[in-house]
């Protein structure tokens, strides 16, 4: 879509807000029929006696594990059937565009696997540190919960994630575009706290990370970075690890690419140099537009998308009070600022971020405007706090060419119609 076809809009301002607000309380709150925030007095639901207010509802629920109410039953991860050839290495993805907030629930988290889920049972489990250490040593799930536990809530996010779209648009909808993505609290072990009782040796200045999977998924991590804010974690938003998570113990890597944070971690062996493993020479690299790629590009960029108003979640009113919502985040910090564009880029206001503004977690931000049923082309650009700012496509491809398929932090465009309707489109 170029810029000389995009439609003309209009941005509702906080004056015209202040308006319909106004107009809402002299009407007596009764808004008129087609407003967005309310319904207009002929709308009898309210005054109804309904089913569920006619009989006694189902008692509490003694032994179950709690369910969503059914009503949700299509909040959930989805795949996509050309994008991985087996399901033992598929993905499925977060419906980032039906949650709000920055927690992701435990069973929407989405899931990439290398060999399939690993079933390890907690009494046979065992974390080996070896290499130059002091002291080798193996332990049990209930000697790593001896140690001191630190909570901590991070954003986790695959290098892949947005990677379809490299070349142009691909997937329509932010689940497949953005939704290998989840943010939640882990409750674990510092590394350092293990290393410590291992005692490092004074050449040590690399860590092995392999995990239990028949994959033998392993990744070479700086010792820097370990010691800064890595755990090994066996909980997340505060219940066991899920068995597609890494139960009953992962490594955690905050801020950077998720085939670092190895599930069912089994082995962490310390070196003095990289490993130069699989999943960090033919596999995790950025390929450049000369055919060079670019080596150890662990930290995950500044980026953002607008969950809401997106293709999954089209808008259902024909104009007036509209909610725009979405998520940015940082592998080098926190967010600092979040503007919103409805004109594709050319005009940018100030979104609001809402909610807890934590390092290297996801941020809310919202933008409230009255839509004027004119088609808008809307963006979100997100400045982190090291005054990293959200790239274009096209500032990227600039540099990187289209050759990569990791870590691909661009601008992303929606296109809502006047119908409501909305399509993953690009701006050239």
């Known amino acids: 879509m170029s810029r000389n076809k995009k439609p003309s809009i209009e941005a509702g301002s ?15 709150g009764a808004l008129v029929a087609g407003s967005s925030s309310a319904r207009a007095q002929s709308d009898t639901a309210i005054t109804q006696v309904q089913d569920w207010a006619r009989r006694l509802g189902k008692g509490v629920d003694r032994t179950a594990y709690g369910q969503p109410s059914p009503h949700e039953k299509d909040v959930v991860r989805r795949h996509v059937e050309w994008l991985t050839p087996s399901v033992q290495t598929a993905v499925n993805f977060t419906p980032l565009h039906e949650l709000d907030g920055i927690i992701t629930p435990n069973g929407l988290c989405f899931e990439r696997h290398h060999a399939g889920v690993a079933e390890v049972e907690p009494d046979k489990y065992r974390l080996m540190i070896n290499g130059l250490v002091e002291r080798p040593l193996v332990f049990t799930l209930d000697d790593l919960k001896r140690f001191p536990r630190r909570n901590q809530i991070n954003f986790l996010e695959c290098a892949a994630n947005t990677g379809m779209e490299w070349r142009g648009v691909q997937l329509n909808g932010c689940q497949f575009t953005h939704g290998m993505l989840h943010n939640v609290m882990y409750t674990g ?52 690890l899920r068995p597609e998570q890494g139960y009953p113990a992962r490594l955690v890597v905050p801020g950077w690419e998720g085939s670092l944070w190895v599930k069912w971690i089994r082995r962490l062996e310390i070196g003095d140099e990289p490993w130069h493993s699989r999943e960090e020479t033919s596999k995790y690299t950025d390929l450049l537009a000369n055919g060079k790629s670019r080596r150890f590009t662990w930290e995950m960029d500044c980026k953002s998308v607008i969950t809401s108003p997106s293709p999954q979640a089209p808008v259902k009113h024909k104009r007036g009070q509209t909610v725009i919502t979405g998520l940015a985040w940082s592998g080098r910090g926190t967010i600092a600022r979040v503007d919103v564009s409805l004109d594709g880029g ?81 701006i050239s």
């Not at 004119?374 to 050759?403: C, F, H, M």
């Open 189 to 240: 072990v510092p590394l350092r706290l293990l290393f410590e009782a291992a005692g490092l040796k004074t050449s040590a200045r690399w860590v092995m990370a392999e995990g239990a999977d028949a994959s033998a998924m392993n990744r070479s991590l700086p010792m820097s970075k370990a010691l800064d804010d890595c755990m090994i974690a066996f909980k997340m938003n505060g219940e066991a």
């Open 14 to 28: 906080s004056g015209s807000r202040r308006a319909f607000l106004r107009s809402s309380i002299a009407a007596g």
């Open 346 to 426: 050319r005009n940018w206001v100030a979104a609001r971020i809402d909610g807890p503004s934590l390092d290297k977690s996801l941020h809310r931000f919202y933008y409230d405007f009255d839509w004027n049923g004119e088609a808008v082309l809307l963006q979100s650009r997100a400045v982190d706090s090291s005054g990293y700012i959200q790239p274009t496509k096209a500032e990227l491809r600039q540099v990187r060419g289209t050759n990569s398929v990791y870590h691909n932090n661009s601008i992303q465009t929606w296109y809502l119609k006047k119908n409501g309707e909305v399509e993953n489109v690009e």
